[in-house]
């Protein structure tokens, strides 16, 4: 018991001390750009990102368990070319796309290629290339959170 009420005061103390130094610094500004839209398709985009990374936590977990094809189809009806366009109605045709400078819209849209394909290549089994597949997936994600923002 003595040691956890030890680690307990330390993690307070580290705690405290970094608050105090992000306190203290200033805060760096933000490279990205700046992309402005509408709240609801802000909105619509935010929720679909939270979405992608809920299918992506699904995706490692049926990869782990060897289960490819679930994994793919995951990938698909998520993240995939067949996801584009769900929120039309609710948007009335002004979606986040429409929005986006046309390098956003480009890395938004490999995106979609790239989970379809995932879905495509964890169909056949080989496990290397869904892997290989998934990391195509992941780097556009990366391209464009590292690059763009919305607020």
Known sequence: MRAFSFLILVAGVLAAGSGALAQDAAVPDDPRQLVTMPPIARTVMREDMIDHLGALTEIVGL?????????????????????????????????????????????????????????????????????????????????????????
């Open 63 to 151: 990869l782990a368990a060897d289960k490819l094809k679930e994994a793919g189809e995951v990938a698909e009806k998520r993240m995939g070319r067949s996801t584009m366009g769900k929120h039309a109605a609710r948007t009335r045709g002004k979606g986040p796309g429409r929005f986006m400078p046309p390098e956003m819209h480009g890395i938004a849209m490999a995106g979609h290629d790239a989970a379809s394909e995932f879905a495509k290549v964890a169909a056949t089994g080989d496990k290397a290339q869904t892997l290989a597949a998934l990391q195509a997936l992941t780097s556009t994600c990366v391209a464009c959170h590292a690059s763009y923002r919305t607020r």
